[in-house]
């Protein structure tokens, strides 16, 4: 592949990985708002017996949006809102192979003496290990704790960096740790929220009662998407910043604060 034809292909890469980011991030935060918004004004119906709504103006009109707990139009009719994630993530992990994995981007021989195929595995593993470990902390006690969740995510991620920091280059290693934060969020949406709305919807057009709980948990990990996609973002743009971010003597610290920054950030936005 010839360094002109790399470059247009990066370019129209990155491109589409940031416009799918946009529009998955862009309707996960929506959905939260919205959940935040029905959430406070509670159960209670309104003035005639009706529904609690939730009114906004945009595009020169009005537009009203009512939560039901019921399906009253055929599934085909239900709109769904997951391959903005996918898009999201396949356009990052190409991305990934494109600027670390088929190229000199990904090893410094200055911190680790080791070739490209073992770095490679490295990485990979962490984008796995990153969603086991994650996925396996929420089911057990510490998931049911969301400050002791909070605070463990923090120290893994810590450790992460810590580690990709001495194995990596420091623009490679602040890569992995947001892919691998893309990546837990996408399998949120692919393992975990789609089979739980697929059961809803199931159980709502045969006129069965749904678990609550599958839509307790699918809102949770929306939830913490809504959380890790401000660092995400942060961890993204890092690579412009070499002096601050990954040059800087304690760049794994840096790291570590953007994540926490990234959490505060969002807990902001959620609450706007």
Do not use: C
């Not at 009719?77 to 991305?95: I, K, N, P, Y």
């Not at 969603?131 to 450790?159: Q, R, T």
């Amino acid at each position: 592949m010839t360094s002109e034809l790399r470059e247009w292909l990066n370019l129209f890469v990155r491109w589409f990985h940031v416009f799918a980011g946009i529009m998955w991030v862009g309707q996960t935060y929506y959905f939260t708002w919205l959940d935040g918004q029905f959430g406070k004004l509670g159960k209670n119906t309104v003035e005639g017996g009706t529904a609690p709504q939730v009114w906004m103006v945009h595009s020169g009109g009005f537009y009203t949006v009512e939560k039901k707990s019921s399906l009253s139009v055929g599934p085909e009719q239900v709109r769904w809102f997951r391959w903005e994630a996918l898009m999201t993530w396949l356009s990052g992990v190409a991305l990934l192979f494109l600027v670390y994995y088929s190229s000199s981007g990904l090893i410094d021989p200055d911190v680790a003496d080791i070739s490209q195929g073992r770095g490679i595995a490295i990485g990979l593993g962490v984008l796995a290990g990153g969603w086991l470990i994650y996925d396996l902390a929420l089911k057990s006690p510490l998931g049911k704790s969301e400050g002791g969740f909070a605070l463990f995510a923090i120290l893994v991620i810590g450790a992460i960096s810590w580690g990709l920091l001495h194995v990596f280059s420091g623009r490679a290693a602040y890569i992995h740790v947001g892919a691998m934060m893309g990546t837990i969020m996408t399998l949120n949406v692919w393992m975990r929220i789609l089979p739980a709305q697929r059961k809803m919807i199931a159980a709502a057009a045969a006129g069965n009662k749904f678990d609550a709980s599958l839509g307790a948990q699918a809102k949770l990990r929306s939830k913490q998407n809504t959380f890790m996609a401000v660092p995400v973002v942060f961890l993204m743009i890092s690579n412009h910043f070499p002096v601050a971010t990954y040059g800087n003597t304690h760049n794994w610290v840096v790291l570590v604060a953007l994540v926490v920054g990234g959490f505060a950030a969002a807990a902001i936005i959620r609450k706007a």
